[in-house]
């Protein structure tokens, strides 16, 4: 039994260590860096979907928003992201803060 959860172990490690290369691939860009025809939109992140209107990711800080973007971005096969945004929120009872991030998921054409 130890060494299925020994395995199962190191395959978490080994699928953790590829997500992060594969963000890591994903580049923030302002929107001056590239012309219209520089790429082509993937998907807006957080933003595609009639969910959020009711819902959308939230994160402790802004480095971890825009980790989430990357992630997601990298799982959508984009290597870029156009027109990033995180804003905070305390809540409606002065909680601790949330951060909500999004931005445009886009594929550059080398």
């Known amino acids: 039994m130890s060494n299925r959860l020994a395995c199962l172990a190191l395959t978490a490690a080994l699928s953790a260590c590829a997500s992060t290369t594969k963000s890591a691939a994903v580049k923030i860009y302002s929107p001056a860096e590239l012309k219209q025809g520089d790429?082509?939109?993937?998907?807006?992140?957080w933003v595609d979907s009639w969910r959020t209107a009711f819902w959308v990711p939230t994160d402790s800080s802004r480095e971890d928003g825009i980790a989430a973007l990357?992630?997601?971005?990298?799982?959508?096969?984009a290597n870029g992201l156009v027109?990033?945004?995180c804003y905070g929120d305390s809540g409606l009872f002065g909680g601790s803060d949330a951060y909500t991030c999004y931005g445009k998921a886009i594929r550059v054409r080398r």
Request: overall charge neutral; glycine content about 0%; hydrophobic content about 40%.
């Open 70 to 77: 990357k992630d997601k971005a990298a799982s959508l096969d």
């Open 39 to 45: 790429y082509e939109t993937v998907s807006r992140v």
């Open 83 to 85: 027109n990033v945004a």
